[in-house]
């Protein structure tokens, strides 16, 4: 029997590279090829959206066959419930465990899912009232064209995998978008235009320019539609502005927005063959 164990406590940020649960990101590479048996969460201490996505995947790379063994803290296991991973897993251990609002499920799309921006402001509503009025629309637009671009330009066979969880501490909402189908290097170098792109990194860089990660000319995506490819401009933008934060993980690189004047870009050890999208939206910068 194969076993992932995803472990540690992210307390961290990307721009440091310090203290995120970078076990649930590289059990997805072997799991693509073999899926495990089994998800080892019992030295998970703290987790975000992302490492719920990450976790979510291996389940949907498994068809729900793995058996989930829960963390060993309260708090952590609650964050596994809430965040509605028991449902992509074989677990024996859910029923007397507590619920939140905090969290927004883990969803598992093949097609962009417009209603998930009403979920985050559910669970926003649940804590303080609402989300201020210019907000919610910026979110829906945003978090829609992300899913987008996952479900069109990844090539993943099990589409993409959306998380959310609201901080009322830290006044955001954090949103993780995951896909396992190719890097965006990958992805943009099919285009003769931009077959010069040399790393991963500058492949992020280029994919945040304005039309860059659109369909070429004359041509449609996986889904029969044309694509403008302004989505991750205008959201590198919004957050360049002060609206929040977007960090990016594809290949070996991983570049964030939004945190000084320039994006800051770190290394992704190992390599990530496919792309992460993580933002937070600052909800007092709306």
């Not at 995803?6 to 310090?18: E, M």
């Not at 939140?100 to 509503?125: G, K, M, Y």
């Not at 609201?166 to 931009?194: F, M, S, W």
């Not at 960090?247 to 991983?254: E, K, P, R």
Request: glycine content about 10%; proline content about 5%; hydrophobic content about 40%.
């Amino acid at each position: 029997m194969s076993t992932v164990r995803v472990f540690g406590g992210d307390s961290g940020d990307f721009v440091s590279g310090k203290l995120l649960v970078w076990s649930a990101l590289n059990a997805l590479r072997p799991c693509k090829e073999c899926p495990c048996d089994e998800v080892d969460l019992t030295e998970l201490h703290h987790a975000r959206p992302y490492t719920a996505a990450a976790i979510a995947a291996l389940g949907v790379l498994a068809d729900g066959r793995a058996r989930l063994s829960l963390p060993s803290t309260q708090d952590a296991r609650d964050f596994v419930v809430r965040s509605g991973l028991l449902n992509y897993f074989v677990c024996d251990e859910a029923s007397h465990l507590s619920q939140s609002p905090r969290n927004v499920p883990v969803q598992h799309l093949a097609r962009v899912d417009s209603t998930f921006a009403d979920r985050i402001s559910r669970a926003w509503e649940a804590e303080f009232g609402g989300l201020p009025a210019g907000l919610r629309p910026i979110l829906a637009g945003h978090l829609d064209e992300i899913m987008l671009n996952a479900l069109s330009h990844a090539e993943s066979a099990i589409g993409c995998i959306v998380a959310a969880q609201v901080y009322p501490t830290l006044r955001c909402v954090e949103l993780a978008i995951l896909d396992l189908g190719q890097t965006i290097r990958g992805h943009l170098t099919k285009n003769p235009l931009h077959k010069s792109i040399g790393d991963d990194a500058q492949a992020i860089l280029r994919a945040t320019e304005e039309g860059v990660s659109g369909t070429p000319e004359g041509q449609v995506n996986r889904l029969g539609d044309p694509n403008s490819g302004v989505g991750l401009y205008e959201l590198r933008h919004y957050c360049e502005c002060g609206g929040g934060e977007m960090t990016i993980v594809s290949g070996a690189a991983m570049v964030t927005f939004g945190r000084s004047a320039h994006p800051v870009t770190g290394e992704f050890a190992g390599g990530f063959p496919d792309c992460l999208v993580s933002v937070r939206f600052r909800v007092d910068g709306a």
